[in-house]
């Protein structure tokens, strides 16, 4: 091959290289105004998404409650739970609250407590999820965490429980079928703090 024909090749070749450029900033460049003049723009309804900043660390407060000492109240709009103390003073956590259509709200006390608790999942919730077992041990895998402390009423258990979790990351947001969950350090300094019997209202 000549010197000649090779220099028209690399011509050529670096000018189909050119217009292939061209052609790609034109079909992909989506910001730009010639490029969203060149492209049919289909309206997209999004979710609203809430988002809420929380203090994740157990903090020492001013009592907004003003409930008497023992008294655990939760606030679930704005993902905190509170453990009143003598002085007006109350412990203050983070936690994650029940989604949309599955939160709830009244008195309750706890009923019973347990250490990295087994987990059952109701009824209800395995229609929805029948991939879940019928019973899960309690260990770092389960998401009850490393303790639990059961709501009870007039009517007996309601299956609602404070709790840990395996997912740290679900503090502060509406996530659970109900139940109110606390970091695993967070569960475990508010568990060696209430009793049996201790009241629980739900805001």
Known sequence: MSKKHISKTKLFAVAGFATLIATGAQAFDSGSPAGLMNRQIQPVSLPTIVQREVQPTRTLVDDPTHAR?????IDTKERYLYLSMEGGKAMRYAVGVGREGFGWSGRARIGRRAEWPSWTPPAAMRLRR????RVMEGGLANPLGARAMYLYNAHGDT??????????????RAVSSGCIRLLNDD??????RVKVGAPVVVL
Do not use: Q
């Open 159 to 172: 299956m609602f429980r404070i709790h840990g979790t395996n997912e740290p990351d679900t503090i502060g």
């Open 130 to 133: 029948p991939d879940l077992p």
């Open 69 to 73: 000492a023992g008294t655990i109240t």
């Open 187 to 192: 569960i475990v300094d508010l568990y060696e």
